[in-house]
């Protein structure tokens, strides 16, 4: 688990140009870490590429918050 | 002057008379290139008369999963695509009155759905590489409407819809999305016509005669270099003046 939530915080951190503290379980990816609907579009690409998986759509759009995409990302490889 | 060395282009329609001169300019500046189209032969040909760098994917663009396989199989053969050029487009040509459902999907699959899906597909690539060109081939009709083409005009100006708003969401990411609509060029399409018909197109022309493939190419070849990074959403005519538009 903290695995992965330390691999999802590295993109998130570098996609989005924030400082690793912002990062926290319920920090909106649009609200709280000033990105863009595409970036949500290429932060769940990355994920994808990350970690081997596939998002779909309408699984993409729950992801909101880092704690989200964490959530879903342990499911999903579990 | 337009360097596209280590650049790799998509290219449908590229055993037409303008597929083939766009294939055979984006190559001479350095591109790797796939060509696509329906029809095997021409394309090998013009694969072998290009050589290094050039290869065929065939795909039927009225078959939706051939299209969706299309991005996928260029960028198996090349690495990657950076460059897409929608070129490939029917005419299935009749009153308006007249005009069946089959004639409207037709050319409406083939020459606007088939674009959303082949730029959807290479979408992805353009993004990460933070670098993408995607010129679609329009037509001065799509602006100026045709009796006899409602359904090839409304694909060419819903071309031109779709180029836009599509180069709204992806601009910051160093991708551009244009059109360049050619007037009265010489190709096969064009053959048809009569010498009466050309005659009466040729009053309307002020350059006093129809175009070269070739001067479709080298706009799509500006548009697909480095140096037209910002110009995106443009449609760039090339009419010999037969619209001011």
């Known amino acids: 688990m903290s695995d992965i939530s330390d691999r999802v915080k590295k993109i998130v951190v570098e996609h989005l140009g924030v400082d690793e503290e912002k ?9 709280d870490l000033g990105a863009d609907s595409l970036d949500t579009v290429e932060l769940v690409m990355a994920f994808e590429e990350e970690f081997g998986i596939e998002i779909p759509d309408d699984a993409a759009e729950t992801i909101q918050t880092f704690g989200d995409a964490v959530k879903f990302i342990s499911g999903a490889t579990a | 002057m337009f360097d596209l060395t280590g650049k790799t282009a998509l290219i ?58 299309l991005p996928r199989q260029a960028a198996e053969a090349m690495g990657s695509v ?33 674009s959303f ?50 180069a709204y969401e992806v601009a910051s990411r160093g991708i551009t999305v244009n059109c360049v609509a050619p007037g009265f060029i010489e190709t096969a399409m064009t053959d048809k016509l009569n010498d009466e018909q ?16 070739d001067d479709i190419a080298a706009a799509v070849l500006y548009l697909a270099s480095p140096q037209a990074g910002y110009v995106t959403g443009a449609t760039l005519h090339v009419n010999g003046g037969m619209a001011m538009i």
Do not use: C
């Open chain 1, 23 to 31: 990062v926290t379980e319920n920090a909106s990816f649009i609200d």
């Open chain 2, 12 to 69: 449908t329609g590229a055993s037409g008379g303008i597929g083939g001169a766009v294939a055979s300019a984006l190559h001479g500046a350095g591109a790797a290139v796939a060509l696509s189209g329906t029809r095997e032969a021409p394309l090998r040909e013009l694969a072998d008369r290009l050589g290094e760098r050039a290869h065929v994917v065939t795909a039927d663009l009225g078959d939706a999963a051939a299209v969706e396989a």
């Open chain 2, 82 to 114: 950076d460059i897409l050029v929608n070129n490939a487009g029917i005419t299935r040509d009749n009153l308006f009155m007249r005009m069946s459902d089959e004639e409207w999907a037709q050319v409406i699959d083939v020459n606007l759905t088939s």
């Open chain 2, 117 to 166: 899906r082949l730029a959807r597909g290479v979408l992805r690539g353009m993004m990460k590489a933070r670098w993408g060109r995607i010129v679609t081939i329009t037509s001065v009709v799509g602006t100026t409407g045709n009796p006899g083409q409602g359904n090839y005009a409304a694909a060419k100006a819903g071309l031109v819809g779709m180029s836009k708003s599509l």
């Open chain 2, 198 to 213: 050309k005659g009466r197109i040729l009053t309307q022309i002020p350059a006093g005669k129809m175009g070269a493939p």
